[in-house]
């Protein structure tokens, strides 16, 4: 058998596989799905041909939505500039059909590529900063583009515009109704990947970043890349729909692509729902009812329309608001929810022995010291956690517990110190620590609250996958489909070993403890070797802690080495094999809990009446 | 399925039977459009709409047995070529059987129009470009050209001697007067002292009107839109500098004289170039049409008084243009004997109305352009009412239209 027939029959039996995947979780609102698309597909047959412009100019305006819910509503950024990408990819795509006079294939890829650089131009630019400021500065983005296109008439068109010669394929003129069938078949792929991609790896990535970015980030999350990623992303979606809106319209105008654009794209996707695929879409949809009702109103009390607009989508929001603000696609699918109770039946339960730690190795730390300013929070501080430990770190508040974590995870770069496991250096940031499996969690409670509980552990699980990326997500490649398979067992093994049992419930609804036994979850779900936990025994009742013991010392026989910082000497008793006692960022004492016990130092420092051993 | 195919099937006979325009066989009503910036111009753009609903009114044809009676229906573009555009596709789809048009988007929108043998007049942008009878045979104009006013403003002003600062604002309109300054200029370079780009609805124009100073400037031209001059005019009389000022039609804009109100006295001497509202036979037609669109619309008022104390109303110059448009379209029709669309175009090329103020307005298959150049006057306001200026040879021979109530 040739390597020819080899690769197809392996093909035929991945794509066959594929069908039994996609015919088992075929539900009847994929059956309505589809019927939707048709339905959509088939307007030109009732709608004349003059309107299908309108309609096809809606759409690819919604796909623009689309794409800025892709930012705003997986990964939490809110961007006010979409409507200059819808303008970078317009004007690109006018001035190369226009003033060059390249043909339409050739012009829309260049018209797209310029977009995605200037999404990730923007992207990087704005990375760093508070939401707020990514909202004013994307903002300021609009407007610049706005007055540099008006201050460039020559280039821009001035009042006729920059008018592009007719769409063309194979001799063939594009009409309105071939540009629907693109933009719908586009607006579909979109919403299709937001779907597919939401409630695996690379959304549930982006969705932790977005809930909680600290825990994120210690769990191994890329999170600033995976930010990027879905702004340039959704910067492209906007240059791909402002190219072929622009062949459309056939005229390209500055006035077309302005801050007023960027904020209409924007409450659009606020008002149908950020977080739900189809929620842009719908949101645009009832800005364009509020501005037919409008120019209804206008046209009866002769009232100017686009004043009666604002106001509408001006009570709009404040409906949105009045619903929690999640917007109304989710509002009604609460409701409905809250009509029909769903029963959550699990029956997707693992193991719960913890697996044996792989290369079980000590993590080392030698003369770490940090500084803020003038206070020493960390001086000249030595650890070793030893596989099948379980080691604790105790003293007064203030005494350098955790920062002495977060440097150990790379949460803060030390002034000075080293960190090591086996013959690893720890150096940088947390993802590579993570990797080699030295993993914290946080000391006040961080779950992902807008995931599940399953989702929370699989964000864990993500860590170590080698074919979780967004393409080969979206496309449901036979790796990343057993990838898949592979991460949920291990994410519903470290969820069965914290006693978490229901994998489908709202992280937001579980207990402050089982929100705590959730992080430990997550953390277990990345696979470490050491893990940092950061008073995990926080308000927990006495037989919580009892349990809770149980799993750390279920843990330390699986050869994990754990570091604990708790102020619950009673835990910590339970628990620890050794003891070290910061005062002031300097270890005091270290050794067994007798010999810390008996340490003169420690009682007066730190324990005062309180009993260790 | 089969139900969804029936269903469809049924919308879709619903939908064919709308559409087209209302009437029975022996009695239409046909549809004109007015793509007009109605909520960013408004002046511009109703009086676009008023002058072409005047007509539309009016007219009642009867061709072949059938009685055509016309309305006008609006699209507001938003000085936007986009939307400019996208409202021709929409008064396509509409049925209407012509576009009365500011000029917006002209440039990308006449192809939609004649794909469809629909013809597009222009009735208030002047552009260079515009109107092509032979690319364009659809596209008609009835409104002073930039051109024409450029030209007509340098022979005015080059025979006083003057030195003048050409201010242009960036706005499309002022870009397009920039370039038609620039032409008409170009020969005698020695009358511009300077040419100076401002921005628009800039809050201030002190440090660039001081620049024209400056440069030797003794007549300053702005080709802008009304707030641009009103921001030059106030910046030039605040610093006492009483110099000149021409502008093209927007000077005549309600706009410059409410945001002047409070020194009315800088409006004074301020002149600007426009078609001439008045014809050799007289102010008389004028006249009649302006009560015939008063009784219609009530007047115009400017919102600021003569130093006597009288309400200013607005002449309805520029909606004679859109009034003539639509009464050559009617005649074309009544020519053609029905609404066969290529027979209307043709015979739009052959038809002749007499307009609003008395002149003959038709088009032909080399001339599409159905207001002269040499049919620009200038006029100068004194008092927050302006007059035609004495020391040109044609505007010396109009009469000043009433503009006090």
Known sequence: ?613 | MIRLVLVLAALAAVASGCGGNGGSDKEKTLTIAVNAPFSKTPYVGETIADGAELAASSAVIEAKGTKYRFRIKRYDTGLSARTAVANVRRAIADGAIAIVDEGTGVDASWRLARDADVPLAVTYQGGEGLIDPIKRPNVFRVAPTDHGMAFRLAEYLIPKKLKVALITDDSSYGQEGKKALDESFGQNPESVAMRLTVPEGAPDLAPQVLRARRAGATALLVWAQPTTIAGVISAARSSGWNVPVYTPPTGEDPLVRQQLAHKPDWVDGLTFASGRPTAEVGAGPFLTFQKRLEDRFGVQPVGVKTPDGADVVQPPDYAMYSYDFVNVLVAAIQQAGGTDKQKVLDALDQVTVAGANGDQRGFNERNHEGVVDDDVYFAKFEGMTYAPVKDDPLSRTLVPIEQRR
């Open chain 1, 1 to 613: 058998m040739s390597a020819a027939q080899g690769a197809l029959g392996r093909t035929r039996v991945e794509l066959a596989a594929a069908g039994r995947e996609a015919r088992a979780a075929w539900s009847w609102s994929a059956t309505l799905w589809a019927l939707a698309f048709v339905a959509a597909a088939l307007v030109p047959l009732v709608l004349p041909e003059g309107r299908m412009a309108d309609l096809a100019g809606f759409v690819y305006l919604a796909l623009a939505a689309v794409g800025l819910g892709y930012a705003v509503g997986l990964a939490g950024i809110p961007s006010l500039g979409q409507g200059a990408f819808l303008g970078i990819g317009a004007f690109t795509e006018a001035l190369l059909r226009a003033k060059a006079g390249w043909p339409l294939l050739p012009s829309l890829l260049v018209a797209i590529a310029v977009t995605a650089a200037a999404g990730v131009l923007t992207g990087i630019a704005t990375g760093r900063l508070r939401s707020a400021f990514v909202a004013v500065s994307t903002w300021i983005l609009s407007w610049i583009v706005l007055l540099l296109l008006t201050s460039f008439p020559r280039i821009s068109g001035g009042a006729q515009g920059l008018v592009l010669p007719e769409t063309t394929v194979l001799g063939h003129t594009v009409t309105p109704t071939g540009h629907y069938l693109v933009a719908l078949t586009l607006i579909a792929l979109a919403i299709l990947a937001l779907a597919v991609l939401a409630p695996r790896g690379p959304g549930l990535a982006l969705a932790a970043g977005r809930d909680h970015p600290a825990a994120a980030l210690g769990l191994g999350v890329a999170v600033a890349r995976s930010r990027l990623g879905v702004f340039a992303a959704s910067a492209t979606i906007a240059g791909l729909a402002g190219a072929l809106g622009v062949e459309l319209a056939q005229v390209a105008d500055p006035s077309s692509y302005g801050p007023v654009l960027s904020f209409e794209l924007f409450v659009a996707v606020i008002l149908g729902g950020a977080r739900l695929p189809l929620g842009p879409v719908v949101g645009l949809a009832v800005i364009s009812g509020f501005r037919h009702l409008a120019e209804e109103i206008g046209g009866f009390r002769g009232l100017p329309p686009g004043r009666l607009e604002e106001m509408l989508t001006g009570y709009g929001m404040l409906l949105v608001l009045g619903l929690g603000g999640a917007g109304l696609l989710p509002a009604a699918r609460s409701w409905w929810r809250s009509r029909t109770p769903a029963v959550r039946t699990s029956s997707r339960r693992a193991e719960r022995e913890p697996a044996r730690v792989a290369n079980a190795e000590a993590l080392l730390a030698r003369g770490l010291s940090k500084r803020f300013g003038t206070l020493v929070a960390l001086d000249g501080f030595d650890l070793d956690l030893q596989p099948g430990h379980v080691h604790a770190l105790i003293g007064p508040n203030g005494s350098g517990k955790t920062t002495a974590l977060r440097t150990l995870v790379g949460e803060l770069a030390p002034d000075s110190g080293t960190v090591s496991i086996g013959a690893a250096k720890l150096e940088g940031p947390s993802r590579p620590r993570t990797l080699l499996g030295v993993v914290g969690t946080q000391q006040a409670t961080a779950v992902f609250a807008d995931l599940t509980v399953l989702q929370n552990a699989l964000v864990g699980a993500g860590l170590r996958r080698q074919y979780a990326g967004p393409f080969r997500t979206v496309f449901r490649t036979p790796k990343a489909r057993r990838e898949d398979g592979v991460a949920e067992g291990k994410a519903l093994e470290a969820l069965s070993l914290v006693g978490l049992h229901d994998p489908d419930r709202p992280a937001a609804e579980l207990s402050a403890h089982e929100q705590r036994l959730l992080m430990l979850a997550s953390a277990l779900a990345t696979q470490p070797r050491v893990l940092l936990l950061d008073e995990p025994a926080a308000g927990a009742s006495a037989a919580e802690l009892d349990s809770l013991a149980d799993l750390l010392d279920q843990l330390r026989d699986s050869g994990l080495a754990l570091l604990v910082i708790e102020h619950n000497l009673r835990f910590v008793r339970r628990v620890a094999d050794r003891v070290t006692v910061l005062e002031a960022g300097k270890k005091i004492s270290s050794g067994t809990l007798t010999e810390v016990a008996a340490d003169e130092a420690v009682r007066t420092a730190y324990l005062g009446r309180q009993r260790l051993s």
